[in-house]
C-alpha cells in the first residue's frame, strides 16, 4: 500500500534542484499539477516550453508503442 508522504521538497523540473515548496522562487500550475522552481529563470524558461521539460508517463518503464496507420481497427 501507497503511504502519503508529508515531504514538501520537489525537484525543479529545468535544472533538477531540490526545492522546498515553502521557500520556492516561483510555482506555475500546469496540467492541474503545480511546479516549483529555484529561480525565476527556470519558471520562465518551463512557460516557454512545458512539454520540453516534462516527461512522458510510461507506464512500468515501457518505451510508447509506435502505431502505424494501418494499424488501427477501423470498424464502421
Known amino acids: 500500500m501507497k503511504q502519503r508522504s508529508n515531504d514538501m521538497n520537489y525537484k525543479d523540473p ?5 526545492v522546498s515548496r515553502l521557500t ?3 510555482d ?3 496540467r ?3 511546479y ?4 525565476q529563470v527556470c519558471r520562465d524558461a518551463f512557460l516557454a ?7 512522458a ?9 509506435k502505431v502505424s496507420a494501418g494499424e488501427y ?3 464502421p
Do not use: I
Not at 516549483?36 to 529561480?39: K, N, R, S, T, V
Not at 516550453?49 to 516527461?55: A, E, I, K, T, V
Open 14 to 18: 529545468v535544472c533538477g534542484m531540490v
Open 24 to 26: 520556492a522562487a516561483a
Open 28 to 30: 506555475v500550475e500546469y
Open 32 to 34: 492541474r499539477k503545480t
Open 36 to 39: 516549483y522552481f529555484c529561480a
Open 49 to 55: 516550453d512545458p512539454q520540453g521539460y516534462l516527461r
Open 57 to 65: 508517463h510510461r507506464q512500468h518503464g515501457m518505451p510508447p508503442k
Open 73 to 75: 481497427d477501423a470498424k
